[in-house]
């Protein structure tokens, strides 16, 4: 009996060395700019996040700000829904300063151009109500962004919280290993 709890024990250390060693790569590879995406605004995957400036057209990862919409997201499961260490967006950079912005019934047009997959919705996936974000003709302001998905046509993004504080950008990304 001895013998097999001696076994057991040995086992047991192995699997938690096992399990540390994996927690400290994990950590050491996010903060190396790994970042994963669980949400299905663009494809589930790994990412690498850059240094590079955020422009217009980049694949972007977004920390929302403490605002009550961004709370409800959560709740709803929009946001964190793979291992991050704060709930986050990936979104693509639709709209920077002294773009001129509209989000109606038929989409968001930027420029006058109205965006692919930017239709809103009356309601999400599970049939919880969502509200639309209107705006005619807002000229974007100096660290304004307006962030889309042109992936995916559920996706949670400016069409129904508007434009954001470009310092909500946490980085660029650029996909690694995605599926879907």
């Known amino acids: 009996m001895e013998e097999v709890n001696q076994k057991f024990a040995s086992a047991l250390r192995v699997v938690l060395v096992i399990v540390v060693i994996l927690f400290v790569a994990l950590h050491i ?91 809103p919705s009356n309601c999400d996936g599970a049939g919880r109500p969502l509200q639309p974000y209107v705006l005619k003709d807002h000229i974007l302001g100096p660290g304004e962004v307006l962030l889309m998905s042109d992936y995916n046509s559920a996706s949670f993004d400016s069409r129904y919280f508007g434009p954001l504080q470009a310092t909500t950008i946490e980085s660029v990304i650029k996909p690694l290993l995605t599926w879907n």
């Open 29 to 119: 590879a996010l903060a190396a700019g790994l970042r994963i995406n669980g949400t299905h605004s663009f494809p589930v995957g790994l990412y690498f996040a850059s240094r590079k400036r955020p422009g217009k057209g980049d694949l972007v990862f977004v920390n929302p700000p403490p605002l009550p919409l961004f709370t409800l997201a959560k709740e709803r499961g929009y946001l964190n829904v793979a291992y991050s260490p704060t709930p986050h967006l990936v979104k693509r950079l639709a709209g920077v300063a002294g773009d001129r912005v509209t989000i109606d019934s038929a989409g968001v047009a930027v420029n006058g151009i109205r965006l692919a997959n930017s239709t």
